[in-house]
C-alpha cells in the first residue's frame, strides 16, 4: 500500500461510539471508495449505516482513527456534500423550483451570484427538474406532489449544486416498488451523465444489485464491514437486468451474508 | 353545500343569541335581582345609555392593550429566537421563564404602581408581562423542533447557523407565531383591564369598578361585554392574517 492513495474517501481504522463510554456503534472499520465510484452499504437495521455517512460527510466525528474526502482529513462538516433521505424534508412554503434552489441559497460561489443570475440558476434547476420527470412541477407545492414526485424533487435539490459527493439513506425506502425502479434507473442515469462518487444505504438488496458498484455487508451492532463484493454487471443496467442469473445469483449471494449476519 | 356554508356562518352568532337568551329567561324565570345578576337586555340598555363613556374607556383600554401587545411581540420574538437556537439558553431561561410565568400578574399591579405611579403605564406593563410568554414558548418551539436529517442536509452544504435560522428556522416557526399571537391577544386584555380595575382612573376595567361601586351591575356587565367584543375582534383580526400569512400550513382544513 501506498502513502498516496487516488481514493476520494477513506476511513482509516475508524471507530465510533455515541458517547464516551458507551459501547462501539461502529468497530474498526476501513473503507477506500474511488472518485466517482457508486457503493452500497447494506445490514440489519442499527447496524450503523446511517452513522457512516454522518462521519464520512463529517457532521458526526469518529471517536478513533480518520476520515479522508479528497485528500483532506474531515474535521467539520463538509460544505459540498449532496443528501437525501427517506423524509424528502421540502420545506412546504417554498415551490418544488424554490426548494430545488435551496442549496444555491448556500453554497459558495453560487450565493453570491444567485440574486443577480437568477435565470440562469432556474434553467438550470428546471433542466434538472425535466430530467428526473417533474416538468410542469415546478411551481407546485411539496405537498401537492405525490411521495415518488416529492422523493424526486429532494434528490435534485441533493444534485443541483454538482457535489462530487452524494450521501442517500435509503431514499426509496418509503416508495411503492414500481415507483422505486423508476427512481433507480433515474438515478444511475444522472450518474452516468455526470459521475459523482455516491454512498447509498439501503436495506434493499435488489436496489444494492441494481445500482452499486462496490457493496458492502455490514454485521449487526457494533457494526463492522463483512464483505466488500464487487458488482461487474454492465451498465446501463435495466429491468431486463434484474431478471438475468448474474443478478439473481448476486441478491441470493447478498441475502446469505445478511442470514450469516442475522443468526450469528 | 351552499345552506352548509350559511350554516357554519351563523353558527357563531346563533350561539350568542342562544346564550343570551338562555341568560335573560333564567334571571326572570328565577327572579334574581339586577344587583346580583342583570339580564343581557338591561346591560346592554344600561351601556346604550353610557355609550360615550364607555366608548372612551375601551378607546383606552384598546390603546392600553395594544400597546402592551406590541412590546410582547418583539420581545417574545426576540427571546424565543434566543431560547430556540440555542440549547444552553433555553436550559438557562426555562426555569425562570416558568417561574415568572407562575407569578399572577395582579400581585405585581401594586410594584408597578410604586413605580411608575397610577394609570396607563402600568397597564401597559401588566399587558405586557401577561402576553409575552406564549409568544416565546411558540416562537422556540417552532425553531427546536426542526428536522434532524433537514439540518444535515443543510450542514453538509456549509450553512451557518444564521443560514438555517433564516432559510428554514424562521418561516418554519411563523404558524407557531401566529397562533401565539391569538392567544397572546386575548391576555393582553386581561392583563391591561386588571391592571385599570387595582390601579387607574381611566379604561373600561376602571368604569366597571366605578360602576360596582355605585351597584350599578347593568354597566359592570356592560363593561365585560365590550371587553369580550374586542377580544373576539381582535382574536378574528390575527385569525386572518394567520390564514393568510402560513396557508401553507393549514392545507388540511380546506374545507372544514
Not at chain 1, 189 to 215: G, Q, S
Not at chain 2, 10 to 39: D, H, K
Not at chain 2, 51 to 58: C, D, F, G, R, V
Not at chain 2, 201 to 220: D, R
Request: charged share 20%; aromatic share 8%.
Amino acid at each position: 500500500m501506498t502513502a498516496v492513495s487516488k481514493s476520494f474517501v477513506e476511513l482509516n481504522n475508524v471507530r465510533l461510539r455515541y458517547s464516551e463510554g458507551d459501547e462501539l456503534a461502529l468497530e474498526t472499520t476501513n473503507m477506500k471508495i474511488d472518485k466517482g465510484e457508486f457503493i452500497a452499504v447494506v445490514g440489519p437495521s442499527g447496524c450503523g449505516k446511517s452513522s457512516l455517512l454522518k462521519l464520512v460527510s463529517g457532521l458526526m466525528p469518529p471517536s478513533e482513527g480518520n476520515v479522508i474526502v479528497d485528500n483532506k482529513e474531515v474535521s467539520g462538516p463538509l460544505k459540498i456534500v449532496g443528501m437525501a433521505f427517506q423524509n424528502p424534508t421540502l420545506l412546504p412554503w417554498r415551490t418544488t423550483l424554490d426548494n430545488v434552489l435551496l442549496p444555491m441559497e448556500i453554497v459558495k460561489p453560487h450565493r453570491n451570484r444567485l440574486r443577480k443570475h437568477r435565470a440562469e440558476y432556474e434553467e438550470r434547476a428546471r433542466k434538472l427538474l425535466a430530467s428526473v420527470g417533474l416538468q410542469g412541477h415546478e411551481d407546485k407545492y411539496p405537498w401537492e406532489l405525490s411521495g415518488g414526485m416529492q422523493q424526486r424533487a429532494s434528490l435534485c435539490r441533493s444534485l443541483i449544486h454538482e457535489p462530487d459527493l452524494l450521501m442517500l439513506d435509503e431514499p426509496f425506502g418509503a416508495l411503492d416498488a414500481f415507483t422505486r425502479e423508476e427512481l433507480w434507473d433515474i438515478l444511475q442515469n444522472l450518474w452516468m451523465v455526470r459521475p459523482f462518487t455516491v454512498i447509498l444505504v439501503t436495506h434493499d438488496l435488489r436496489e444494492a444489485a441494481y445500482l452499486a458498484d462496490t457493496i458492502y455487508v455490514m454485521s449487526k451492532r457494533p457494526g463492522k464491514i463483512l464483505v466488500a463484493r464487487e458488482n461487474t454487471l454492465p451498465r446501463p443496467r435495466d429491468q431486463e437486468t434484474t431478471f438475468t442469473q448474474p443478478f439473481t445469483d448476486l441478491v441470493h449471494e447478498l441475502r446469505s451474508h445478511i442470514r450469516d449476519v442475522r443468526e450469528s | 353545500m351552499k345552506k352548509k356554508l350559511n350554516l357554519s356562518k351563523a353558527a357563531p352568532w346563533l350561539s350568542a343569541i342562544g346564550l343570551f337568551v338562555l341568560w335573560e329567561l333564567i334571571v326572570r324565570i328565577f327572579n334574581i335581582p339586577p344587583y346580583v345578576l342583570p339580564t343581557p337586555s338591561e346591560s346592554i340598555i344600561v351601556g346604550w345609555q353610557f355609550h360615550e363613556a364607555i366608548w372612551m374607556h375601551a378607546v383606552h383600554t384598546l390603546y392600553t392593550t395594544l400597546a402592551g401587545f406590541a412590546i410582547a411581540v418583539v420581545f417574545g420574538v426576540v427571546l424565543g429566537a434566543l431560547v430556540g437556537s440555542s440549547r444552553a439558553i433555553y436550559d438557562a431561561a426555562n426555569p425562570l421563564l416558568v417561574g415568572f410565568n407562575s407569578v399572577p400578574k395582579v400581585a405585581l399591579v401594586p410594584v408597578l404602581v410604586m413605580w411608575f405611579g397610577i394609570g396607563t403605564v402600568p397597564a401597559i406593563i401588566t399587558a405586557f408581562l401577561i402576553s409575552f410568554f406564549p409568544i416565546v414558548v411558540n416562537v422556540a418551539t417552532g425553531l427546536a423542533t426542526l428536522e434532524p436529517e433537514l439540518r444535515d442536509v443543510l450542514r453538509s452544504l456549509g450553512a451557518t447557523r444564521r443560514d438555517i435560522l433564516v432559510k428554514v428556522g424562521f418561516p418554519r416557526a411563523m404558524p407557531y407565531f401566529f397562533a401565539s399571537l391569538k392567544v397572546a391577544i386575548t391576555l393582553a386584555f386581561v392583563g391591561s383591564v386588571i391592571s385599570e380595575t387595582v390601579a387607574s382612573n381611566v379604561g373600561v376595567g376602571y368604569l366597571m369598578l366605578s360602576a360596582s361601586s355605585k351597584f350599578n351591575m347593568p354597566l359592570v356587565f356592560a363593561g365585560l361585554l365590550v371587553i369580550a367584543v374586542m377580544g373576539i375582534a381582535m382574536y378574528e383580526i390575527f385569525n386572518v392574517i394567520e390564514r393568510r400569512s402560513t396557508k401553507w400550513a393549514n392545507r388540511g382544513n380546506q374545507n372544514i
